[in-house]
């Protein structure tokens, strides 16, 4: 049987979590959870950005790739993504010395492109608006022999990234968690923690245009994202189409989903630096920003998790002037 077919075969699910808990605890120390008032509500956010790779997208990549076997090891993988999964690969592949190419879109951000190729990676890049990234990495896999590590269709990839939520659930004061807000685009990290958090309500949090997974949670089917969508400075969350995977995972959770506005992301992120020293990508600030604007209650218990910081230096500035 092949990686894929193994990948496609398998069902994620929480003792899938907690054991790729405990292989990401063995390299990596947990990120923090700061508490931050909103309303006279003390929350708590769970500082992804704080990651050696500025991003959660580095718990999927090592679960994925560490189960790897030997054979599979010198062969190689190959993964897509805008750059933080990507990095996520880069950085696994590294350190267990697996060769990796990454198929990113040609706009995407210098930072994690350049994060990406620095960490040793093979860089393929492609027009996201006229070229399919999972038809020029499925060929690439092929021609190469290598095992396709997508950014979220992908038992690993959930379980790794719902690591995240193992955590969450440890730091929690008292272990009094009542609800989780997430960001999402394709719905991994969102899935994963919500495997890792059965009792916890969660909310996920797309672009506005781009809310893809809260669409389809309303319809109780997959709805993708409309045609010409509005510009989002999330890159990392411009999916079209989620997957039924991941879709399945929240809509038996119970799962609802929300849109924060480009203004209310700006917002976020201004407050994530003012008030917990952080810097936010676009995408890793739209769970915060969906509190701030008040589209997800502040409520006791409530954590709220950064997912990342990948962001270059001009569309930073441009977010947070005030």
Known sequence: MTAQSQSVARIPDRQGVERAAVKIAAILPPTPLLPLDIGGVTIWCKAECLQPIGAFKIRGAWHRLSDLSDEERQAGVVAFSSGNH???????ARRLG????IVMPADAPAA????TIALGAMVVTYDRMTE???EIAGRLAAEKGAVLVPSFDDPWVIEGQGSAGIEIGAQMPGGALSRLVIPCGGGGLASGCALALPEAQVTAVEPEGWADMGESLRAGEIVPVGPNPPFTSC???QTVRVAPLTFGILQGRGAVGVSVTE????AAMRLAMTQLGLVLEPGGA???AAVVAGKVAPVEGMAVLLSGRNVDPGRFRAMTET
């Open 86 to 92: 990507a990095q996520g690969v880069a950085w696994a």
């Open 98 to 101: 697996v060769p990796a190419t």
């Open 112 to 115: 994690k492109m350049a994060s």
């Open 132 to 134: 399919s990234r999972e």
């Open 235 to 237: 890159d990392a969350l």
């Open 263 to 266: 203004a209310e992301i700006g």
């Open 286 to 288: 739209v769970a915060l």
